[in-house]
């Protein structure tokens, strides 16, 4: 994939920004042309390679007001307007639906009626611990 970065600096660059992480590619372009001028170039070089963009997870979404988004890295990313100034618009990243219901349900199953009595700080400890992955407890703890 080395061969990609390397191609997009002489040949996509104009066409919008590559953004790559392992074999995940996703480009922002600016415009819908551009977009799939975008498309084709970055088919060409995987191309010669021997390799395929899968057709189900590849596609051009619009992102401005009320556009679909799309799935990157296990989020869902779309563009919203800004609550405090109106007209201004930011990308913004939701977990998946499912990842969601997970972390509801074991907050639920941590903060249930019969753990009132226990002090705040127990309650805060035992959410961390069934909610935060290995990393962010370290982070949260101050040895990350």
């Known amino acids: 994939m080395h061969v990609l970065n390397e191609a997009w600096k002489v040949e996509g ?12 590619v996703v480009v922002l372009s600016p415009t819908r042309q551009r ?23 590849s596609g051009i979404t ?12 296990g989020f869902h990313h779309r563009k919203v307007e800004s609550w405090k100034g109106r007209g201004t618009h930011y990308s913004q990243r939701w977990p998946p639906a499912g990842a969601m219901r997970v972390l509801r349900d074991k907050v639920r199953a941590a903060t249930v009626i019969e753990k009132t009595e226990q002090p705040l700080c127990a309650v805060v400890a035992d959410l961390r ?5 290995g990393r962010d407890r370290r982070v949260s703890a101050g040895r990350g």
């Open 35 to 57: 977009a799939e001028q975008a498309q084709l170039s970055a088919t060409e070089v995987p191309d010669r390679l021997g390799l395929r963009l899968r057709p189900e997870r």
């Open 129 to 133: 611990r069934c909610c935060l992955s």
């Open 62 to 73: 619009c992102l401005i007001q009320g556009g679909q988004g799309f799935g990157f890295l």
């Open 13 to 24: 660059r104009r066409l919008g920004v590559l953004v790559r992480y392992c074999e995940y």
